[in-house]
T-cell receptor, first 108, second 115 residues
């Protein structure tokens, strides 16, 4: 079967660092996406990993290990506006498969 | 470029009715995917259309159908609505090549409530 696991909820403090993990088991792998979704809004693209390693983009970084079926999204210098759901999605054999998302709450 | 647009944004229907949702992709994008999002299930893939043909399909009953027109605009139809069909329906477009970094751009969604 195909499965993507993420923690349901996380909390963190403004200015801190948070790591959101994602493990996956899919038939086929053509890359892994991270999306951010604020309440009541559409998901927006954050990052894409297809090779092992770390991709850094400003305050956000994403890591991938294909052999372990594992990725994480690292958010640094957290801001209140980072409170949102973070969706891990694997580009499988023929479609994009989403995890249920991690709801992150940032407190002052 | 204009983003992905979806109409209507909100819809209230009763059980047994049918509904048609519309999606206009980003200009030049040939792939349109539809997703159902509910609090408990997250984003569930419905189907993908590419060049007017259904390319992929998720695990939804036949009451859910779609089509794509020659201008890449897509419609999704749900017949014989059930209470459990209440959800946010998201449309996403991408350039459409197979595999690779086919980043999907999402529309604002249609919030469907079935009473």
């Amino acid at each position: 079967g195909q499965n993507i696991d993420q923690p349901t909820e996380m909390t963190a403090t403004e200015g801190a660092i948070v790591q959101i993990n994602c493990t996956y088991q899919t038939s086929g792998f053509n890359g892994l996406f991270w999306y951010q979704q604020h309440a009541g809004e559409a998901p927006t693209f954050l990052s894409y990993n297809v090779l092992d390693g770390l991709e850094e983009k400003g305050r956000f970084s994403s890591f991938l290990s294909r052999s372990k079926g594992y990725s994480y999204l690292l958010l640094k210098e957290l801001q209140m506006k980072d409170s949102a759901s973070y969706l891990c999605a694997v580009n499988g054999t023929d479609k994009l498969i989403f995890g249920t998302g991690t709801r992150l709450q940032v407190f002052p | 470029k204009a983003g992905v647009t979806q109409t209507p944004r909100y819809l209230i229907k009763t059980r047994g009715q049918q509904v048609t949702l519309s999606c206009s992709p980003i200009s030049g994008h040939r792939s349109v995917s539809w997703y159902q999002q509910t609090p408990g299930q997250g984003l569930q893939f419905l189907f993908e259309y590419f060049s007017e043909t259904q390319r992929n399909k998720g695990n939804f009953p036949g009451r859910f159908s779609g089509r794509q027109f020659s201008n890449s605009r897509s419609e999704m139809n749900v017949s014989t609505l059930e209470l459990g069909d209440s959800a946010l329906y998201l449309c996403a477009s991408s350039p459409g090549g197979s595999g690779g970094d086919n980043e999907q751009f999402f529309g604002p969604g249609t919030r469907l409530t079935v009473l």
